[in-house]
């Protein structure tokens, strides 16, 4: 029987990167996925009309991390990409919006909220007089997050403070979490702040953009080394008993332990894909303020890579691929609405979210206490340390535990 040094359960970030860096290291490395695919939640394939997309959900590389992003670049080249979100809500103060900005009854402006989202909001000269304030509020910030400008005595503040609330955050974090803005974990809403700048970019790190050729294929790379073996359609936790050395654990830590302390709870997404072809398919409303607009009737549905839908409408999102892969694809293009909802552990649910609060790290500490007896278990990932990391979040604590075995 072949011997392997490393077991390897899940084949994303977490299990491809440290199966990479261990095998780099002269480690004989075996990786089980229970899906028929490798690359976790950042899988990318192509549908039906030939359109790349991200099966679940949109995902968006950024990081200031040149270490992940150095190793990720050995694996695939980069399609420049910077990610730009607008928030599409119904006008409800027709008085104040550039005539310009108003479609169907809708109005647009940049998230994260900015300089220019709050001239967009309160028109030209008001918005511009806002802003200085913000600025002399916050003179040594470049953002500042809801929860901290909600605190800010000062009236003009505190009513620019509700309008971001009320147009941005509550209606869209109900929809995602089902609880209100300061009823979650505060690092949550932070990661969408309130730019005290006009860069309108949803993220400002340094490295930021597409695998060329996608995802899977960065991850076919990665995983193509003579001391890695990957088993596609395995679950892992009834063959671990035969590992004789390290195992990574990059699933659900709760159904590790056969959910012996309760499930963990977890927020699930239903995605419903739409592809639209040889029309105009243009989106109710969009902002196309001419007809000349260059992205009317070419072949895209909106204008941006994702457009948020903040204040009504039952899903969070929708984001349309073509814009963030860049393919070149006339007269076809494949758009992804978010629908959230509690996790249930139905067949066939996915728990993407943890859900961070006191009571859930609790019982999360308790699986982890379990863990911490097996010295040759390590739990790695978005599931087994049950946190909300991005993707260079998760490749940079996958090098390092592939440093330490
Ligand atoms: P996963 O990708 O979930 O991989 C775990 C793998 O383990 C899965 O393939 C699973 O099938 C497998 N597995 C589980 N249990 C077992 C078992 N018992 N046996 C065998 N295999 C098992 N991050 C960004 O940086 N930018 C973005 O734009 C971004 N967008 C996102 C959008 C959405 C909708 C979501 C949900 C997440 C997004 N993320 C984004 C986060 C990103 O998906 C994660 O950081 C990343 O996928 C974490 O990798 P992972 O390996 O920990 O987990
Ligand atoms: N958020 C919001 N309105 C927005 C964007 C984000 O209220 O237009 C809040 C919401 O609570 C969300 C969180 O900020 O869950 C983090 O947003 P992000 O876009 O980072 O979420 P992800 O892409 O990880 O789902």
């Not at 695939?76 to 103060?93: L, M, S």
């Amino acid at each position: 029987m072949e011997r392997f040094d490393i077991w390897i359960a899940g084949a994303g970030y977490a299990g491809a990167v440290t199966a990479r860096a261990l095998a780099e290291k002269g480690k004989r490395v075996r990786v089980f996925e229970r899906r028929d695919h490798i690359a976790g939640n950042a899988y990318d394939c192509l549908d039906e009309a030939g359109v790349l997309i991200h099966k679940y959900g949109p995902h968006i590389f950024h990081t200031n991390n040149k270490a992940v992003f150095d190793f990720l670049s050995r694996f695939t080249q980069w399609r420049r990409y910077q990610h730009r979100v607008i928030a599409n809500i119904p006008r409800d103060n027709p008085e104040v919006v550039p005539a310009h900005k108003k479609t169907d009854g809708r109005f647009f402006f940049p998230v994260p909220f900015n300089l220019d989202s709050l001239k967009n909001a309160f028109g030209e000269q008001e918005g511009e007089r806002l802003g200085q304030k913000l600025l002399d509020a916050y003179p040594a910030q470049s953002q500042v997050t809801i929860l901290e400008l909600r605190q800010n005595p000062d009236p003009e503040i505190a009513a620019i403070a509700d309008y971001v609330y009320e147009h941005v955050f509550v209606h869209y974090t109900m929809k995602q979490w089902g609880q209100k803005p300061e009823d979650i974990d505060p690092n949550t809403t932070a990661r969408v702040p309130v730019f005290l700048s006009r860069d309108d970019r949803y993220f400002q790190d340094e490295f930021q953009g597409m695998p060329l050729e996608g995802y899977t294929k960065m991850f076919e790379k990665m995983l193509d080394h003579p001391n890695i073996e990957v088993r596609l359609g395995v679950d892992a936790r009834p063959m671990l008993a035969e590992a004789d050395g390290p195992v990574i654990y990059t699933g659900q830590v709760d159904e590790l332990f056969d959910f012996k302390f309760g499930p963990l709870p977890y927020r699930t997404l239903d995605f419903v894909f739409e592809t639209w072809q040889d029309r105009d398919y243009s989106a109710p409303g969009m902002p196309y303020p001419d007809p000349d607009h260059p992205l009317r009737g070419g072949g895209f549905y909106q204008t941006h890579g994702t457009v948020n839908y903040t204040v009504d409408r039952d899903y969070t999102r929708i984001t349309e691929f073509k814009h963030l892969t860049g393919q070149d694809l006339p007269g076809v293009t494949t758009i992804v609405k978010e629908y959230s909802r509690a996790y249930t552990g139905a067949e066939g649910e996915t728990p993407y979210y943890a859900i961070i609060n006191p009571e859930n790290n609790a019982l999360y500490a308790k699986y982890k206490a379990e863990a911490d007896k097996k010295p040759q278990l390590h739990l790695l990932g978005r599931l087994a340390e049950y946190k909300y990391y991005n993707m260079d979040a998760i490749a940079a604590r996958a090098l390092d535990l592939a440093e330490r075995l």
